[in-house]
């Protein structure tokens, strides 16, 4: 099982599996900390795709998106609110004077410049909410929509919010997250659209002191999706967990990217992303930044990245970096895995008498089943798990050649 050095680059065509484990520390040309964040559109050339943090997007589609211009639509919107819950709006000047982290890309940029106002979810300090706020946004034409959300949970407060993403669009978003002290926030995100749909989103998470943030990102449709998931920390003790699950059939790109910047002392990251690819042309990309700051002594952090081919033609790139200003640790390390099936499990299976597509299927259900599980809400676990089946139906796969 070789490991690859440097790059941390996995690009594994059938039949083969290659993996990368280890805990020393990647550190990239130019440290995390050094790219461009700003208010400002202009700050950010338009992308040709050279970039290191577009270099696996095919930006050749994405040129609406990355015009200096509103639109002036919005998608269609659904919601469940549970009491005491509200939602008001302000303007992207005031959003801008409270402090949040900066747009860090084009396409953040102008959703943020040009959404047309932020929408703030309020869940009030204390609150205990065993019911999850729900929100739904869908696009029917194809319109182009730059929107932008913030999240506002209080001291102490416990929640879950699903946001879901459904429809035709192409769709341009920056959700901002703030946790108050000892807050514990569940947010499950859910791209559920149609094959034609795109969909770019920055996801900007700051952690309160002791506070507890799960983000938790499903991606099953649309023909380009790309999120960027970004953690900080507003002070010490804070726990950041981050987990995804993907399905890419046929010509989709789904690519997600995450930034753990632990910039305060005594806190902890985990990150575990599970995909799986099928169909010719399928692509997936996952990268995960990790940057250990020479104040964030006591840091504890672990990323792991697994992807499942399932047929030729797909691909798989994963690219774990972790970069370390301090020795005053308690653990950093990271891990990435792409291979086809295991055999001996298949094996296992079929000599009890079930047939191999079923098999196969078991499989893939197994390798999702814990991250999806993660999930607190029991009739949406389930509503994944069919929606996984219905992703294995649609194509029917066949055994890798040995």
Not at 90 to 97: G, L
Not at 160 to 167: A, K, P, R, S, Y
Not at 199 to 210: K, N, P, S
Request: charged share 20%.
């Amino acid at each position: 099982m070789p490991l690859l050095e440097r790059s941390s680059r996995l690009t594994t065509p059938l039949p083969g599996a290659s993996a990368h484990s280890h805990g020393m520390p990647f550190v990239p040309d130019q440290s995390r900390a050094e790219r461009t964040s700003s208010y400002a559109v202009a700050d950010f050339p338009i992308p040709h795709g050279r970039e290191e943090e577009w270099r696996f997007t095919p930006v050749d589609r994405l040129g609406d998106l990355f015009r200096d211009e509103p639109t002036g639509l919005c998608l269609d919107w659904e919601e469940h609110l549970p009491a005491g819950v509200t939602i008001s709006g302000i303007t992207v000047e005031e959003w801008q004077r409270a402090g949040l982290p900066k747009p860090g890309d084009r396409a953040a940029a102008v959703a943020a410049a040009h959404s047309g106002g932020v929408g703030v979810i309020d869940i009030p300090a204390g609150t205990e909410l065993t019911d999850p706020v729900r929100i739904t946004l869908s696009g029917s034409e194809g319109q182009l929509v730059h929107g932008h959300l913030w999240l506002r949970v209080g001291d102490r407060a416990r929640t879950t919010v699903v946001l879901g993403h459904t429809g035709h669009a192409a769709y341009s978003e920056v959700l901002s997250i703030t946790a108050g002290d000892g807050a514990d926030l569940t947010i499950v995100t859910i791209q559920e659209w149609d094959d034609s749909a795109i969909h770019l989103g920055e996801h900007d998470i700051v952690v309160g002191r002791d506070a507890t943030v799960r983000h938790i990102a499903v991606t099953l449709g649309g023909q380009l999706v790309r999120l960027n998931t970004n953690a900080t920390y507003a002070g010490p003790g804070g726990t950041f967990e981050g987990y995804g699950v993907y399905f890419a059939d046929a010509g989709q790109h789904l690519e997600h990217r995450l930034f753990v910047d632990h910039d305060a002392p005594q806190c902890t990251s985990h990150v575990e992303y599970k995909g799986a690819l099928q169909g010719e042309s399928a692509r997936s990309v996952w990268v995960g930044d990790v940057l250990i700051r020479a104040r964030a002594e006591g840091t504890l952090t672990y990323e792991i990245n697994r992807n499942l081919v399932l047929t030729e033609g797909a691909q798989a790139d994963s690219v774990p970096n972790l970069e370390i200003e301090t020795g005053q640790i308690r653990g950093a390390g990271h891990a990435a895995a792409t291979g086809r099936f295991d055999d001996e499990q298949l094996f296992y299976l079929q000599a009890r008498g079930i047939p191999e597509d079923e098999a196969r299927r078991l499989v893939v259900r197994g390798f999702f089943a814990d991250i999806i599980a993660k999930i607190p809400v029991a009739e949406l676990q389930g509503h994944l798990t069919q929606a996984v089946e219905r992703e294995l139906a649609r194509t029917a796969y066949a055994a890798p050649e040995k």
